[in-house]
Every structure is written in C-alpha cells, then in structure tokens.
C-alpha cells in the first residue's frame, strides 16, 4: 500500500546486482512508456525510484497471471493473439 494516496501497487525490479547503463535505460524506457500509456487494459506507471543504483518501478496493483501462467498448454488463437476479439 503506498502511502501517500494508499493505492496497492506492486513492484517491480532488476534482479541483477549490478546492472548495466543499457538495462537501466530499458527500465527508465518502459516507465516512460507506461507514464504516458493511458489505456484501460495497460496497467500504469506511477513512479520510478532510485534506491543506490537499484531502479525501483511502481505500478498500479493488478490481479490476474502472467502471461507466461495465461498461454501454458494454450495456443492463441490468431485474433487473440493480434489484440482483436
């Protein structure tokens, strides 16, 4: 729960140690995507932190699957798999 305007949020890191200039820069890319993203079925960015060196991406809380958990022992089909219902 954040603080400051107690919404559930998840987040979301690097697992590497030390991670490299071009990994942080996809971070800080995919939070400024999401910044701007305003679309219902995209979950929003809210903050990106900086805790010595470790980017810290927050975003709204979500319930569901991953993706990964979602196409186990499924194959999309075609329209699905293009967004279309």
């Not at 219902?40 to 319930?63: A, K, M, Q």
Request: charged content about 30%; glycine content about 4%.
């Amino acid at each position: 729960m954040r603080e400051q305007d107690h919404r559930k949020v998840t987040l979301k890191y690097l697992a590497e140690s030390r991670p490299s200039d071009a990994m942080l820069a996809n971070f800080c890319s995919e939070f400024e995507t999401l910044k701007h993203v305003t679309i219902p079925t995209v979950i929003e960015g809210l903050d990106l932190l900086d805790h010595s060196r470790c980017l810290i991406l927050v975003r709204e809380y979500f319930i569901g699957c991953t993706l990964r958990e979602y196409a186990t022992d499924r194959a999309l089909p075609f329209r699905e798999s293009k967004g279309e219902r």
